[in-house]
Nanobody
């Protein structure tokens, strides 16, 4: 079964930074759109950033605009999420995902491949 593998989660104080990584199989990395989502208990999974095929264009949710950035390392088939100026409201399980169709870039229904998630906890 295809897996995306996230890493880099942890605990940080408000105002701090974290960088999440997502390793993907080469054929997914090069042909799928990819994104990051987050989810807290009892809430729907929220799409926060998306990167289109080729990595030339990105899309961010308003909740993270100006603080989070998505990037790629083509040599490592790895997707990153740089998170700065973290707030307690950013506390969630973060998921990397890949979309073959590239429809609905910030909606979970548009993605067909998911990682296992990595926890981010921001304390005040």
């Amino acid at each position: 079964q295809v897996q995306l593998v996230e890493s880099g989660g942890g605990s940080v104080q408000a105002g701090g930074s974290l960088r999440l990584s997502c390793g993907a199989p080469a054929y997914i990395y090069s042909t799928y759109c990819m994104g990051w989502f987050r989810q807290t208990p009892g809430k729907e999974r929220e799409g926060i950033v998306h990167i289109y095929r080729g990595g030339f264009s990105t899309l961010q949710a308003d909740s993270v605009k100006g603080r989070f950035a998505i990037s790629r390392d083509n040599a490592k088939n790895t997707l990153y999420l740089q998170m700065n100026s973290l707030k307690p409201d950013d506390t969630a399980m973060y998921y990397c995902a890949a979309s073959q169709s590239c429809n609905y870039p910030l909606r979970s229904t548009g993605y067909n491949v998911w990682g296992q998630g990595t926890q981010v906890t921001v304390s005040s």
